[in-house]
Nanobody
């Protein structure tokens, strides 16, 4: 069994910064890709950023240059540094982790979600 625990959300003014964290624990053989998604009220969940086990990253165009995804493999943790936040980025942010449970067995896990509210 694998658990993901997210932290770091909250209320921030436009132009402000937040850092999200997501720590995975449990029966983990190794972790492949890790990513952050967000879902605003009335909208579909969208991929914000992802990082491979080798450290390659990709971002949705709207956050390029402002958000940075990183990971600490020793801690099975993924981070999302968000700068210059905009009100339209208010959403619940979810981490997603592709876990290898044992050789040949992979499973996808989601965090519980953390609210990010950008408002003055």
């Amino acid at each position: 069994h694998v658990q993901l625990v997210e932290s770091g959300g909250g209320l921030v003014q436009p132009g402000g910064s937040l850092r999200l964290s997501c720590a995975a624990s449990g029966s983990i053989f190794s972790i492949n890709a890790m990513g952050w998604y967000r879902q605003a009220p009335g909208k579909q969940r969208e991929l914000v950023a992802a990082i491979t086990s080798g450290g390659s990253t990709n971002y949705v165009d709207s956050v390029k240059g402002r958000f940075t995804i990183s990971r600490d493999n020793a801690k099975n943790t993924v981070y999302l540094q968000m700068n210059s936040l905009k009100p339209e980025e208010t959403a619940v942010y979810y981490c997603n982790v592709d876990v290898r449970l044992r050789v040949g067995v992979r499973e996808d896990y989601w965090g519980q979600g953390t609210q990010v509210t950008v408002s003055s």
